[in-house]
């Protein structure tokens, strides 16, 4: 940790000893590189960073706990998260801009920019949440329903979910359900949604791996990330930089739990807190920078499509080698045929009592002696003389089919454990042949 981190962290300790608890409610941004808007209860406050403070009055709709602040073209306006009020902010005064009203329909709604174009996501209201996205039209100064692809999927009704906007992508967190059954039973959502405003169409990233606690803080920063704190009592809880767009959870040192971080200023690659008109800030990277762990966000459905898709294609091309090899294998194996055997696709002639003898070993695990016999035997010839032709017959073929499966005998011979007298005839090689 550098120097001018600790000295921040001691001045905000200092100013936060004399100073009473910041209101979590209270939201802050930037106007530009020399000033800040703020709310409070009962008006706004426009801020430079000397500390130089100018009020302004708000109307009887302002409810600062719902106020969203945002900025298109370095105007600043103020959104309504429970209704349809939408104000814009000059340094002089706060405008009502909007043909709305005070609905009360969206409590705890995602409001962000795309485009200049302010979008709002769910919220809460009349026993229901809201799972579409509504926009803050220039022209009818109303907000008109977005519509988006009608082949995609339509995320939960959410409310008080964690939205990021980045890049023309809008992601949120979790959030809170209605049971549309009773209205009134409430639980939480466990996935990240992803809206792409290219193809308009909401993709289920799957289940988040961070769990939010009663005590997360956390505060918006730039690129789509929220960095967040576990506040453990009056402990530091571990602290953490959630990348939505990139994916990750970065687990970095603790934030000391007295410098505040929930909805407070970023500005200049800084975060600030504003205590007794007084601001003290400290870089964004000093904040970030010691990583203690690293690891995924969410199941990303196309990172584990494409790696799916990897393996599919590399089991696919090991399959396909297997059986080109089977195949070629097999091709090559010895095949009996009408006139003799085919060995690697040349062909070995046999005359048909060899085929006849070549069979009985193939197809047989054993053969005796007399199988073979009365399979060949002449009736005009004597045994002995059969007998013979059976032993030329069994010499020649094995001579042959050695020769053809190139080793060095194929017929073998054992005694038979009922009968020594009777031989018995096998070949080791018959499971080489195509049957």
């Known amino acids: 940790m550098n120097l001018r981190l600790i000295l921040s962290y001691i001045l905000v300790f200092c100013f936060g000893f004399f100073a009473s608890a910041q209101d979590s409610s209270k939201r802050y941004m930037a106007i530009d590189s020399l000033s800040f808007l703020y709310t409070g209860k009962d008006a706004v406050y426009i801020s430079d960073f000397k500390g130089n403070l100018d009020t302004l009055a708000v109307d009887s709709d302002y409810d600062y706990e719902t106020a969203r602040l945002l900025k298109i073209k370095n105007k600043a306006y103020i959104v309504s998260a429970q209704g349809g009020m939408v104000w814009g902010v000059d340094s002089t005064q706060i405008k009502r801009l909007d043909n709305s009203y005070n609905h009360k329909m969206t409590f705890g709604s995602n409001v962000f920019v795309h485009k ?7 919220g809460y209201g009349y026993w229901s949440n809201r799972n579409f996205i509504t926009y803050f039209s220039d022209t009818t100064k109303e907000w008109e329903f977005y519509p988006i692809n009608k082949d995609s999927y339509l995320p939960p009704a959410v409310s008080v979910a964690k939205g990021v906007y980045f890049n023309g992508q809008f992601f949120f967190d979790g959030g809170i359900t209605v049971d549309s059954r009773d209205g009134t039973s409430k639980f939480g959502s466990n996935n990240v949604w992803r809206f792409d405003f290219i193809d308009k169409t909401w993709t289920d990233l799957g289940v988040s791996k961070f769990k939010f606690t009663e005590l ?7 690129e789509g990330k929220l960095l967040v704190r ?6 530091s809880g571990l602290s953490y930089v959630l990348d939505y767009p990139n994916n990750t959870i970065t687990e970095i040192e603790p934030i000391p739990s007295y410098f505040t971080i929930h909805n407070q200023l970023i500005a200049n690659d800084s975060l600030y807190n504003y205590r007794q008109n007084v601001l003290i800030g400290t870089g964004l990277y000093d904040l970030t920078k010691n990583v203690l762990s690293y ?3 969410y199941l990303d459905s196309n990172s584990l499509f494409d790696s799916l898709s990897k393996v599919i294609s590399v089991v696919l091309l090991i399959l396909i080698v297997i059986l080109i090899y089977l195949f070629r294998k097999n091709r090559n194996r010895p ?3 009408e006139t003799g055997i085919v060995v690697n696709r040349e062909h070995y002639s046999l005359n048909p009592k060899e085929r006849i003898i070549l069979n009985l070993l193939v197809y047989n695990k054993n053969i005796n002696s007399k199988a073979i016999f009365d399979k060949i035997r002449d009736p005009n010839l004597s045994v002995a003389q059969n007998n013979k032709i059976k032993l030329d017959l ?3 073929m094995n001579k042959k089919v050695s020769k053809a499966l190139g080793i060095k005998r194929f017929v073998h011979t054992k005694k038979s454990i009922r009968d020594k007298r009777e031989v018995i005839y096998f070949t080791p090689n018959r499971k080489e042949f195509i049957l």
Do not use: C, H, N, Y
Request: aromatic letters at 6%; charged letters at 25%.
């Open 335 to 337: 095949r009996l045929t």
């Open 116 to 122: 200049d174009t302010i979008f709002k996501f769910g």
């Open 216 to 222: 997360s803080e956390s505060v918006s920063i730039p």
């Open 230 to 235: 576990k506040t453990m009592g009056d402990q």
């Open 295 to 297: 690891k995924s966000l």
């Open 394 to 396: 069994i010499a020649s």
